[in-house]
């Protein structure tokens, strides 16, 4: 049996630790808020007291929902004081400023440190299903691989250096937004034009478009199902404006990544930000040409 911690139970965080306890291995579990701790201690998990503590199980998954958030739990010197010789695996999506600082600290502090954020939603995280993205030094993501075969279908090894898996994710999430923005802006004119917009997202995603964010977002726009939010407007809006860093901190300039940008503030003022980021789509429902 092997040991592991998790540390952030919200949706995903959950799904992981669920599957990990599961599979058998001898899970501890942290979390801000002590509701979900006590939920898996009930199936068998050690509940934990500090996320300093979850280093005692040598892996330590952190699904986390930030920059803030990663660097408040984990960077500071008294929490990678606890770390040395454990191994910390990121799965949140975080900017390549924050990925950067955190390789450098876990380093100073004698901490493995791999990035891993993953491609997938909720269900994708309760199927096990997820599609990791990984980058960090080839041994300690061989440590990790046997946790995160259970969470994922594959692990993409995306080489030694951390910031790229989180370049990798926030390309992902960029394409994700442009094409969210891209189908609402299609079922806007098949509705005005008096098409079936449920029909119109079967036909494309099923000639055209095929793959899973077209056709889960297709639907969810074509239906207008925005909660419960998979993934949150907020949360789209970082990754956008993550985006938008990364590119300028390489010399370049993303135009409809500015047009992503301004939809989704549009959408954080109009009262979104708790709802799927899809929800954008009755933005675009309402604009009137002139």
Known sequence: MSTIAVVGLGAMGKAMADNLVRSGHEVSVWNRSPGPVEEFAAVGARPLESAAQAFESGVVFSVL???????????????????????HVNLATVSTQLADRATALHGEHGVGYVAAPVFGRVPVAQA????????????QIDRAQPFLDVIGARTWRLGDVPRRANVVKIIGNFLIASAIQSLS?????????????????????????QGPAYSSYGKLIATSTYEPAGFTTTLGRKDVGLALDVAADTGLRLP?????????DEALASGHADLDWSSIADLQRAREAG
Request: hydrophobic share 50%; net charge negative.
């Open 65 to 87: 929902a930030d920059d803030h958030a990663v660097s408040d739990t984990f960077l500071t010197p008294e929490v990678l004081a606890a770390g040395r010789g454990a191994l």
């Open 128 to 139: 096990g299903q997820l599609q990791v993205l990984a980058a960090g030094a080839s041994d």
């Open 185 to 209: 802006e299609a079922v806007s004119m098949a509705e005005r034009s008096g098409v079936d917009s449920a029909l119109l997202v079967e036909l494309l995603t099923s000639t055209l478009f």
């Open 256 to 264: 409809f990544g500015e047009v992503l940008r301004s939809v989704l």
